[in-house]
Each structure stands twice: as C-alpha cells, then as structure tokens.
C-alpha cells in the first residue's frame, strides 16, 4: 500500500539545523519511506521533498520533514516500534515482522538509548552498591565463563560489568566508574565472595562503606551443606527401607511453602528417618526465617540461635557451614542495621540472563549493557521509568491503568455503649422474661 503525502504548510519549510528556509534551490524526485502497517498490509509513504538554502548553516540541504529524520528510510514512529520491540525479543525477529533488514533495527534500538541516556544526566550518584557475578559459560570471551556486575540498589539498574570474577576486575570496573558515581556510597551489598570484599577494602572511596551480605547467597551455602549432608547419609546407607527418595536434594533447597503436599510428606518422612538431617534442617528454617525478617532485632537474635545450634553438631558439611557464617558474621549483622535492597542484585541478573537467551547471545557486551540498563529501569511513574518511555515516543497511561486495586477495608460499625452482641457481631436482641402464671 502506497500512500501519497502532502504536508499541510503553515510557514516557510525548515532547514534540517532549524532555521526556516523560505528560498527553493530546486525540487527533488519522489522519496519513499515505510511506515507501520495498516489493516494488515505494509504501508510505505511517498513524498518529493525540495531542497531549501538556508542563510543561518549556508549550505543546500533536503528540507526537514515532520516524520522522518535526515537520511533515513523509515518513518520514526516506525523506528520507535521497532526499538520497544527489540526490547522483548531478537532483533532478527523484529526485522522479519517489520519486513526491514537488521541493520535497520539496530539503528533504531541506538537511536532510542541515546535519547533515553540523555534523560539520566544530572542525577545523584547511589547510595548503595550491590556487587555480584554472574556465570556466561561458552558465551564467554578470552575464556572469562564469569562477568561481575556492579548495580545500584536504590533503582536497581547496572553500573557496568567486567569480564572475570576475581578482585582484579572489580577493581577495573570501579575504576571506569566517575568519581561522583561513588561519592555518595555508604553501603556495598556482596556475595560471600572473599576477593570482591578485599577489592572494596582497597578502594579509596569504598574503604569506609559497610559491607552487607545478600541473604540469598547466605541461604545458598545453608542448603548445600543439607544436600551434602544428606548425601553423605545416602553413603552410609541411612535411606535403606525409605522408598523412593527421588527429589530430596530439591526439597532439601526449596522453601516448605513452594512444596506441594506430597512433597512436603516425602521430606517429613526422610527428616524423620535421618534424625542428623532433621536437626540441621531445622536450624535451615530457621535461618531463612531470620534473614527475611523485616525487622533487624529479629534477624540477630534468629541469626545468633542458629550460629549456636550449629556449633553443637559435629558433621562436617555443619561444620563448615558454622566456620563460613561466622567469617562472614560481621556482613551479616550489618544486614540486619541497613537493610538495602538487595533483592535488587538476583532481579538484574535474571533480566541480564533474559536478555542474553533474546537475543541468542551478544558479542558488543557495551551493547548489551546499554540495553541491560533501559530493560531494568524503575517503574513507569517512579526515577527513570516515565522518561524511558517518553524517550520512545511512546504515551503514557493514565495512573491506575495495569494496577491491582487495593481491597478496601469496611468500617467497623460503632457498638452502642452497654448494648451486648452476638458470636458474629450483630447486636443481640433481648428477651423479656416470660410471666409466671399462676395455677389454680
């Protein structure tokens, strides 16, 4: 479908600098440019544009037109559906829907960053850190299966990423940071990862930051050592006459509510037979409990119980699980006085793991983390979300489009002072005595 344009003219045509132009140096052929389907057919818009002189640049150039920029092909409301597609799937796919080539997509997803990163400018550097990695395997470059990843826990988006997971790149990675990106950190969340704590330590504006531990990763080592522990019971021969034991080891790491019921029998059934298995993953529970607690007094009093149960138990995966909380204890209390978002660090790595599977894999990792950036930003009507998508061309809902309604709560009625109620609340009828009758 072709379609024939003629702009409506209300003053002098524009030069591509701004300046209007009102001298003609000549007339150009027709030019073509696509456009978003329409009732299901490809659209592609006709026009023969002039070529204007303007008296500001001096120079002869093909006059500004409202739906397409200078040397393009595509009409940019095309370019900006292409770049928010790009955004949840691979660009091949994008290019084969839109009938464009791939370049084309890749041209538009730049041009929609760029816009989008000159809406960060002039913001506040974060106030808290979150320092973690996150394995590639064969996607890796120079046989680095590891890329660390530095972001900030107040809006959740990265920092930046290295290749590597030792002290060596993430001294590289804070190294590339500004200066102002870190002068406001008081708060570094990590993994229990000794080479990233040593690493902060000698920077020198993250020398006198707190370090806290992620809960997820405290809670990661716990349930290895069970899944140790119980395997170490399945070589003594401690599972004889149990059945089928199959998915234990996954029980073992997954939270009891997450269990269906016929889980949660089979695992009270091998707790009960492994008295050891037991015990220990009672401590467990009530580790996780302590460490998603919202309250800090209860996480050190959860976390100091569960610290001395352990030194009671004298298996060796309990062992070293009691010798690895108490190396890291300093971290884990001070989780329990800051308390940053470190739920933040496991959403940005499952969004980077999104984008990577996308996308069949990335080789501009600059690229891919520019669009890491954009994909995590914060929620439409919070920090960077509304400009992400004004960024796009694209309107913004009204507020409470997409929302879940909070239920409302009824109002209690107000009792009458002295008036008595029923069981369900209603206020209770009272009976008048019957009169005695008198028998003759």
Not at 188 to 204: G, K, N, Q
Not at 228 to 236: P, S, T
Not at 370 to 384: C, I
Request: overall charge positive; charged content about 30%; glycine content about 8%.
């Amino acid at each position: 479908m072709f379609l024939v344009c003629h702009p409506r003219r209300e003053g002098a045509r524009r030069c591509p600098c701004g300046a209007f132009a009102r001298a003609v140096h000549e007339r150009l052929g027709p030019r073509r440019w696509r456009d978003l389907p329409v009732l299901g057919q490809a659209a592609v818009l006709e026009h023969s544009p002039a070529r204007v002189a303007c008296r500001r640049c001096g120079r002869r150039r093909v006059e500004r037109l409202p739906w397409a920029g200078p040397r393009q092909r595509e009409t940019e409301r095309l370019r900006r559906q292409l770049a928010l597609d790009a955004a949840s799937m691979p660009a091949s796919h994008v290019a084969l829907r839109a009938g464009v080539s791939w370049r084309a997509v890749r041209r538009a997803e730049l041009e929609l960053l760029e816009r989008w990163e000159r809406t960060l400018e002039g913001r506040p550097g974060p106030r808290a850190l979150g320092v973690d990695e996150k394995y590639l395997g064969r996607r890796g470059k120079g046989g680095q299966r590891f890329v660390t990843v530095v972001s900030d826990l107040g809006s959740g988006a990265p920092l930046g990423f290295e290749l590597g997971r030792d002290a060596a790149a993430l001294e590289r990675l804070l190294a590339r940071l500004p200066a102002e990106a870190l002068a406001r950190v008081e708060v570094v969340a990590t993994d229990l990862h000794a080479p990233f704590a040593a690493a902060i330590r000698r920077h020198p504006r993250l020398a006198r930051a707190v370090i806290v531990h992620d809960p997820f990763h405290v809670l990661q080592r716990a349930n290895a050592a069970l899944v140790e522990l119980w395997r170490a019971a399945l070589a003594r021969g401690c599972a004889k006459g149990l059945g089928s034991t199959q998915g234990t080891s996954l029980a073992l790491r997954t939270a009891p509510e997450r269990l269906s019921a016929a889980a949660r029998g089979r695992l009270a059934r091998v707790l009960r037979h492994v008295p050891e298995l037991g015990q220990a993953y009672t401590i467990a529970q009530r580790l996780r409990a302590a460490l998603t607690h919202r309250d800090g007094r209860t996480l050190l009093r959860g976390f100091e119980r569960a610290l001395t149960e352990l030194r009671r138990l004298e298996a060796p995966a309990l062992v070293s699980l009691r010798r690895c909380l108490e190396q890291h204890a300093a971290g884990i209390r001070a989780l329990a006085r800051e308390r940053p978002a470190v739920g933040r660090i496991e959403a940005l790595n499952n969004n980077l793991e999104l984008l990577v599977r996308l996308g069949r894999g990335h080789r501009d990792y600059g690229f891919l983390f520019r669009k890491l950036r954009f994909v995590v930003a914060t929620a439409m009507y919070r920090d960077g979300g509304a400009a992400r998508y004004r960024a796009a061309g694209v309107p913004l809902p009204p507020k409470g489009v997409g929302t879940v309604p909070r239920k409302r709560r009824a109002k209690a009625k107000p009792k009458t002072r002295g008036a008595p109620t029923s069981a369900s609340g209603a206020p209770a009828t009272r009976k008048r005595p019957a009169k005695a009758r008198s028998g003759r």
